[in-house]
Nanobody
Framework: QVQLVESGGGLVQAGGSLRLSCAAS????????MGWFRQAPGKEREFVAG???????LYADSVKGRFTISRDNAKNTVYLQMNSLKPEETAVYYC??????????????????WGQGTQVTVSS
């Protein structure tokens, strides 16, 4: 069992940056593929970025070049650095863990464990 807790959300102006954190307890995150997803009001949840347990990364086209996912094994924490944020990226951001782990999967149904989410609001 893995417990995930996100933090780092908040209010930022368009063009600004935030770094989200996802701290894990119960298991070491290095054994899992990790994903970040987001869900805006009235919209479906969408994949943002993922990191496999062997270090491969995958990003949604809309965030490539602006977002970076990383992991600190010593802290058992995964991060999402978000730069040049846009108002349309206002959403609740969730981290998730996939026991499969070897490759990044973009479908949320593949992830067994989810955090409670952190709100990101980008003002124009």
């Amino acid at each position: 069992q893995v417990q995930l807790v996100e933090s780092g959300g908040g209010l930022v102006q368009a063009g600004g940056s935030l770094r989200l954190s996802c701290a894990a307890s119960g298991r070491t995150l290095s054994s899992y593929a990790m994903g970040w997803f987001r869900q805006a009001p009235g919209k479906e949840r969408e994949f943002v970025a993922g990191l496999s347990r062997i270090g491969g990364t995958l990003y949604a086209d809309s965030v490539k070049g602006r977002f970076t996912i990383s992991r600190d094994n010593a802290k058992n924490t995964v991060y999402l650095q978000m730069n040049s944020l846009k108002p349309e990226e206002t959403a609740v951001y969730y981290c998730a863990a996939d026991r499969g782990g070897t490759v990044v999967v973009t479908s949320g149904s593949a992830y067994e464990y989810w955090g409670q989410g952190t709100q990101v609001t980008v003002s124009s």
